[in-house]
């Protein structure tokens, strides 16, 4: 059986158990838990790959050590089905559990959701998290990209070494792009000259080398020339025109209104497809709204974004007969469906993969 057809099964399991009395750790483990345990290849009846009640330090346990030659590879630590996974208690809880014990990985989930967190990062608690997978997206309209997400933690994935090279990208290409940003806001003289020299002839001035590089590597997020656009959820319009008592009275929003809460898996993705729609002409401005963050060329909007915590969705301004290449694992026309953002074409973005793909439709959508 493949994994959309076992989560399948679970969510018909889980709907039965929430409203029940029976809605605890135990029965979430046995009944919802360990059937996407085993559909990802680890078996919970064998030792050697599944050990229940790890032993951690204070003479506690971890619910699930997963093994791999006998070496716990990721934890695993499960609430029940109606617990909240925000809770700061369960995040530290797993985390520590991980830390103590040398673990690069852990999860926390309820049963429904399943968030990845990479434990050796030298960020705040909440930013070690990778990436998470609901699992009614993997029975839903994005099942085939969902269950992707959620096959990385597959025994072969963690054998393979599949999820460390998704984190060591996601994570490192993070800390690359802020060092750069650092750089670029107080430019050394020898990172100034290295530019300078790669650049070749004729030369540039270093007072305008260093406005370049502030405005290439986007050191003034949220800057005031962003302004946001209005954010009701309604049918999309390809333009918006404001008159200057409109301006006044918007509330203005950050690139970290969107970005504070979501997965690093999702900030990374946000920031290519930020920094490769900006880089498409001299004439794209940002603006930021509460619930989407829109790109203009002009007056006109070509496309827009939607960050959620397993996704970001891009509407483009493209008519879906127009949209090459269509992708139906990934996109869909949204022309009669009421959404937020800008754009009758829709493309649901969950990995670095699509990242070519969605990048050709937004220089078509450019124009």
């Not at 029940?20 to 559909?39: D, G």
């Not at 790890?54 to 050590?65: F, G, P």
């Not at 990845?116 to 993997?138: G, Q, W």
């Not at 530019?195 to 800057?223: C, N």
Request: net charge neutral; glycine share 6%.
């Amino acid at each position: 059986m493949g994994i959309t057809e076992e989560v399948a099964k679970v969510l018909t399991v889980a709907d039965k158990l929430k409203g029940s009395k029976a809605a605890n750790e135990a029965n979430t483990k046995v009944l919802l838990v360990e059937p996407i345990l085993a559909v990802l290849g680890w078996n919970p009846r064998d030792l050697d790959q599944v050990e229940r009640e790890w032993r951690v330090y204070d003479n506690t346990s971890l619910d699930y050590a997963l093994k791999v030659d006998g070496e716990a590879v990721l934890f695993l630590e499960a609430k029940g089905i109606n617990k909240n996974l925000d809770d700061k208690g369960f995040i530290a809880q797993t985390l520590n559990y991980a830390n103590n014990d040398g673990v690069v990985w852990c999860v926390l989930t309820n049963g429904l959701t399943y968030r990845v967190y990479k434990t050796n990062e030298s960020v705040s608690m909440e930013k070690k998290l990778l990436f998470e997978v609901d699992l009614a997206d993997v029975a839903g309209e994005s099942a085939a990209d969902a269950a992707r997400s959620l096959a990385l933690l597959s025994r072969e994935s963690l054998i393979r070494g599949d999820l460390d090279r998704w984190g060591e990208r996601v994570f490192t290409d993070s800390r690359v792009r802020r060092g750069l940003s650092q750089l670029a806001m107080s430019p050394p003289e020898p990172f100034l000259e290295a530019v300078e020299k790669a650049m070749g002839a004729p030369p540039v001035p270093l007072d305008k080398l260093r406005e370049s590089l502030v405005r290439v590597f986007d050191t003034q997020r949220g800057a005031a020339n962003e302004q946001p656009t209005p954010s009701t959820l309604r049918r999309p319009s390809s333009t918006i025109v404001a008159t200057s008592t409109q301006e006044r009275h918007r509330k203005e929003f950050t690139i970290d209104h969107h970005t504070a809460d979501k997965p690093a898996a999702v900030v990374e993705m946000f920031e290519q497809l930020d920094e490769y729609g900006r880089s498409l002409g001299a004439d794209v401005t940002r603006r930021v709204a509460k619930y989407y963050i829109a790109y203009f060329r002009g007056k006109k909007s070509f496309f827009s974004l939607q960050l959620q915590r397993q996704r970001i969705l891009v509407y483009l301004a493209l008519d879906s007969r127009v949209a090459k290449p269509w992708n139906a694992d990934t996109m869909r026309d949204v022309s009669a469906i009421g959404h937020y953002g800008l754009g009758d074409t829709e493309y649901s973005v969950r990995g670095l993969t699509h990242l070519s793909e969605v990048r050709e439709l937004m220089t078509l959508a450019y124009g």
